[in-house]
C-alpha cells in the first residue's frame, strides 16, 4: 500500500496510557495503569514472549509486522459478533486482561467487566431487582492446576484477542495470500486471508494454559476440525482492522467478525464497578464460549 511505513523489526515497548483503572471505594481491584511493566502480566495472558520479526513485505512478512503492531497497540475497542453473542467496549490485552462489555444480545446480563482476574457482570434492573438495588455482582473463577488465579470469561477474551489471531495466522503450517486492497470505511486497508485448522490456531497460543488452549480449539470448531479462514483487513500501519473466522466442524459452524477500532486509545478504560453497588457472588465456573 502506497506510504506505508515498515515497521522496525524488534519490538518498541508502548507505554499503556493511564485511564485503566479500578473506581469506587473499598477492595475493588485496579487494571493496569501507565506504569505497569510487561512482566506484570498473567502467566496465562495471551501475550507472546518475544516479539514478531517482520523481515520481508510477503503476505507472511506482514503478518508478522501486524502482530508486532498488535502487541505495540496494546489495546482497543471492540465490536464483535461470534456466533448468537454480539456485543461492544473496550478491550486490553498487554501487559494484563481487561475488558468492559455492553452485549447487544439478549439472553446473559447486559454488561460484562473484567479486570485482571476478577469479573463483574450486570449493571441492569434485572440485576439489581435480585440483589437488594445492587447492580453488580462480582465473582472470581477457581485457580488452574498450576495455583494461578485464572482470568474470567476467558474463552471469550482468547476469541477476541487480536495477537492471538495474527500469532495462529503466522504460524508454521498456516497458508497465507494477497487478497488485494479493498475500501473500509474512510480509508482503504489491505485484505489477507490464511488458511489453518483450529487445532493450529489453539497450539500456536503457547502462552496460555492447555486448558484455554482446548477452550479456544472447541470453540473454533464445533464437534472437531475440519477447516478455518482467516480473513485479517489491515491499515496503513500494519493494525488489525477487522478480523473474519469461519470453519466447519463435525457438530457446527464457526462464523465471527470482530472489529478494532481506536487502537492504542489514550482515552480507553475498563472500570470496575462503585463496591457499594456490587455483591460478591464468590467464585464461579466460566466455561469456555460454547457454540
Known amino acids: 500500500m502506497a506510504g506505508r511505513q515498515r515497521l522496525a523489526a524488534l519490538a518498541v515497548v508502548a507505554a499503556l496510557a493511564s485511564g485503566l483503572t479500578g473506581c469506587g471505594g473499598g ?7 501507565a506504569g505497569a511493566s510487561a512482566s506484570s502480566a498473567s502467566p496465562t495472558s495471551a501475550t507472546p514472549t518475544g516479539p514478531a520479526k517482520p523481515t520481508d513485505r510477503s503476505p507472511h512478512g506482514v503478518l508478522l509486522s501486524a502482530e508486532l503492531a498488535m502487541q505495540t497497540a496494546r489495546r482497543a475497542k471492540v465490536s464483535y459478533r461470534l456466533g448468537s453473542d454480539a456485543g ?5 490485552w498487554a501487559p494484563k486482561t481487561a475488558l468492559q462489555i455492553k452485549r447487544s444480545t439478549p439472553g446473559d446480563a447486559e454488561q460484562l467487566i473484567v479486570v485482571d482476574t476478577v469479573a463483574y457482570q450486570g449493571g441492569d434492573a434485572a440485576t439489581a431487582s435480585g440483589h437488594g438495588g445492587k447492580h453488580w455482582e462480582r465473582f472470581t473463577v477457581p485457580p488452574g492446576p498450576d495455583g494461578h488465579k485464572e482470568i474470567p470469561y476467558a474463552g471469550l477474551i482468547d476469541l477476541l484477542n487480536p495477537v492471538e489471531a495474527l500469532t495462529a495466522a503466522t504460524a508454521d503450517g498456516a497458508d497465507a495470500s494477497f487478497v488485494g486492497e479493498e475500501k473500509y470505511e474512510d480509508s482503504t486497508v489491505e485484505h489477507y486471508r490464511v488458511t489453518t485448522t483450529a487445532e493450529k490456531y489453539a497450539a500456536a497460543q503457547t502462552g496460555l494454559t ?3 488452549r482446548d477452550g479456544l480449539r472447541a470453540a473454533l470448531a464445533p464437534g472437531g476440525s475440519l477447516s478455518l479462514t482467516l480473513d485479517l483487513w489491515l491499515n496503513d500501519k500494519d493494525q488489525l ?23 492504542a486509545g489514550p482515552l480507553l478504560s475498563a472500570q470496575a464497578p462503585a463496591e457499594t453497588d456490587t455483591v460478591d457472588t464468590g467464585v464461579r465456573t466460566v466455561s469456555p464460549l460454547a457454540r
Open 27 to 33: 477492595d475493588a481491584p485496579a487494571a493496569p495503569s
Open 241 to 263: 482492522v477487522r478480523l473474519q473466522r469461519t470453519g466447519n466442524g463435525d457438530g457446527g459452524r464457526a462464523d465471527d467478525t470482530v472489529l478494532y477500532s481506536d487502537l
Open 210 to 212: 492447555q486448558a484455554r
Open 88 to 92: 461492544s467496549g473496550p478491550l486490553f
